[in-house]
């Protein structure tokens, strides 16, 4: 509670002054009650209510930061429990007749407290509904973060799909060429069984960047699954998809990568395989662009046979 008064001092002060100025306003004016007429049901509901806006104060001020809606909130609440109170002080002493300000304390404060305290929880309802929006980015971040790749800064292949469909759409829209390339490092698995997957995932994150210096800035690169690589190519005919894909296996094959313990220079090669897509749906597209690989990587004379 003081660490409640030091944050909020001004608006409990403001309050405890008015409420003590109203009090002894009251006790000059006019004179105590006798007991036997005092109406404690009207004691019990105004002074209950007072009691319950201060708690209400009270509340708001302790879970809320400093700030407008807050003080609107607060300077709102503060006029009904000054009403209330004022009309509290009303059953406990009588003023004389000629006295009319004790109506204009009871009676104003109330429609102005009303009308702060609308303003207030306007206001807060539009801070919750930013507060949901920003929530909501959130989740979706995290919900994308869960789609990338643990290794490498790249989208994995539920990303893959994700945007695939995304293209797929546009690229109807503005008729306009969308190709795939996929790319598969050569006997991958033998640099894991010879220098641990530490040095694996070292070489594709060394590939990843690679690829990505060699890209354009349009294209977007995923991690299909191990040492596959899938770039997406908006805007791109098959031919010129085919001579992007001759530039990056050129690249990975002339590539001068040293482990990190020995520094000794592995020899990466690299297969490439492209499809462009005509009324394929992601996955058929996907289908297509895994035996376009897999006719890559077949030796020469078995595609002669």
Known sequence: MRHLFLLHRFNLGLLLVLANAALVLFLAAGDL????????????GEGGTAA?????????????????????????LGCL???WWVDTLDEFIQLPDTILWDHWLESIPMPIGMLLLTLGIYHWHREQL?????MAKREKLFRDYRLFDKVTPLGGADYLRQQLDIALQQARQQQQPLSLLMLDLT????????????????????????LLL???????????????????LPGTGERQAHALGQDLKAAVDHFAYHTQQQGERLQLCATCAV???????????????????????????????
Not at 33 to 44: F, G, M, R, S, Y
């Open 33 to 44: 009650k006798p007991v036997d007429e005092l109406a404690w049901t009207d004691i019990i």
């Open 52 to 76: 319950l806006a201060l708690a209400w104060i009270v509340l708001v001020l302790r879970s809320r930061p400093s700030g407008r809606v807050t003080h609107l909130l607060v300077a709102g």
């Open 81 to 83: 429990f000054f009403s």
């Open 130 to 134: 930013i507060i949901s929006a920003q």
């Open 187 to 210: 006997d991958f698995s033998a640099i894991n069984r010879r220098y641990g997957f530490a040095e694996g995932d070292q070489v594709l994150q060394a590939v990843t960047q690679l």
């Open 214 to 232: 060699n890209l354009r800035r349009h294209d977007l690169l995923f991690r299909l699954a191990g040492d596959r690589f899938v770039a997406l």
């Open 275 to 305: 499809v462009m897509a005509t009324q394929d749906n992601s996955e058929s597209l996907l289908q297509r662009l895994n035996l376009a690989l897999a006719r890559a990587r077949q030796p020469p004379y078995a595609h002669s046979a």
